[in-house]
Every structure is written in structure tokens, then in C-alpha cells.
């Protein structure tokens, strides 16, 4: 159980363009979920918290106008870089976390270059 | 977790050997811990978790150690196996934006030698 995926994959797009990444909860629903990015070799950086129905919570320095954030079901979250360019190129990945519970289970990301 | 560094601390063992990662935390405020494996390409796996008022917690092969005066956590991974190599992260859990949000540390790279 508590599985997560997202989709694309991976993409490659060229800059100036914008990429939509989906993120979904399978078999459990999904009151929050999470977005992270990860450059090479770096940890995991929370880009914002999106809490179902309402308006994602952007991390410090995050761009809440280029990373658009929608969670309109309790199975489905967003994630669209808007006007991408070389260095958006990252690993994207989500997260949802499981209610009533502190865990948090994550999708096996999405690599995105920006050519 | 402690903030990113721009490179990997890595750990290399030899098969069958016990592993050690640790891990530092800055937020004393954390409650609640958890160790996460992540292969290449791949998103973070969950290993095991620890909550801040225990001290010892053990799994299958691993072990989870918290210090809470000095905020170290450790990772024991017991006859280390080919399969166990990886980025090991550890994770601390705050409260923040209406839900808890988790912070990473910086990652250990663990290679293991046949």
C-alpha cells in the first residue's frame, strides 16, 4: 500500500516552454503532499507543501509564479514550470503523506531537462 | 538535517561488513526522525524511523541510534549486502505550513565491495 507516482518520467523540453508533472496517490488519499527538487549529487529541497483544496505553501526563494502548484483532488497534484530554462534542470519529486500520520511515502521523481 | 553541501560524503565497505552512517540535525524541536534509502535515478525509499523519545529502535539488518543532547542520528546497517548500496538520508520531521515537512541532511553515498 501507500504507493505514489508521477508522471512524466522524465522530459525534455526547450527553454521557454512549460512542463506539467503529475503526482498521484494510488491506493490512499492524500490531504497533503509535498514538492521537492534535487540537483546532482545534493539532498532533497522542500519547494512547497500543497494542502488539498486550498493554495500551495511555498518555501523561502521558491518562485510560487514559475513552479504553479495545483492539488484539486485528494489524489492528484501538480507541478508546472512555467517558462523553463537550463538551470530548472533538476530531479523533481513528490511526496504525499499518508493523514493522521507523520510519514511521508514519494514518487520516483521526474528528470527534467531544459535544453 | 543539516544544510546542503555541494559533494556527497561517501562511505565504502566490504560485503558482509557492518555499515555506520551518521547524520547531524540543527532543529532541537524535531520530534520524529526517519531514515530514507534513495537509488540512482530513483525517489527515497523509507528504511526506518525513530520518534524523539526513544533512543534505539531496531529493523530488519537496521538499527536506528538518537542522540538528542548532541542531535546525532546514526544508521547501523548489519552485513552490509551489494544491494544496500545507495544514497542514505536522514530526515527530521517539524511541524509547518499546516502539516509536518520534513528537512533532509546532506546524503551519504554508501558504495559496497564484493
Known amino acids: 500500500g501507500a504507493v505514489v507516482s508521477q508522471h512524466p518520467s522524465w522530459v525534455i523540453c526547450k527553454s521557454g516552454t512549460s512542463v506539467k508533472i503529475e503526482c498521484r496517490s494510488l491506493d490512499f488519499q492524500a490531504t497533503t503532499m509535498f514538492w521537492y527538487r534535487q540537483f546532482p549529487k545534493q539532498s532533497l529541497m522542500l519547494m512547497a507543501t500543497s494542502n488539498e483544496g486550498s493554495k500551495a505553501t511555498y518555501e523561502q526563494g521558491v518562485e510560487k509564479d514559475k513552479f504553479l502548484i495545483n492539488h484539486a483532488s485528494l489524489t492528484l497534484s501538480t507541478l508546472t514550470v512555467t517558462s523553463a530554462h537550463p538551470e530548472d534542470s533538476s530531479f523533481y519529486i513528490c511526496?504525499?503523506?499518508?493523514?493522521?500520520?507523520?510519514?511521508?511515502?514519494f514518487g520516483p521523481g521526474t528528470r527534467l531537462t531544459v535544453l | 538535517g543539516e544544510s546542503v553541501g555541494l559533494h556527497l560524503p561517501t562511505l565504502s565497505v566490504q560485503e558482509g561488513d557492518n555499515s555506520i552512517i551518521n547524520c547531524a540535525y540543527s532543529n532541537s524541536a524535531s520530534d520524529y526522525f526517519i531514515w530514507y534509502k534513495q537509488e540512482s535515478g530513483k525517489g527515497p525509499q523509507f528504511i526506518i524511523d525513530i520518534r524523539s523519545n526513544m533512543d534505539k529502535r531496531q529493523g530488519q539488518r537496521v538499527t536506528v541510534l538518537l542522540n538528542k543532547t548532541v542531535k546525532h542520528l546514526s544508521l547501523q546497517i548489519a552485513a552490509t549486502q551489494p544491494g544496500d548500496s545507495a544514497v542514505y538520508f536522514c530526515a527530521d520531521s517539524t511541524y509547518g505550513a499546516g502539516s509536518y515537512q520534513l528537512t533532509f541532511g546532506k546524503g551519504t553515498k554508501l558504495s559496497v565491495i564484493p
Open positions: 511526496s504525499a503523506r499518508v493523514p493522521a500520520y507523520n510519514e511521508q511515502f
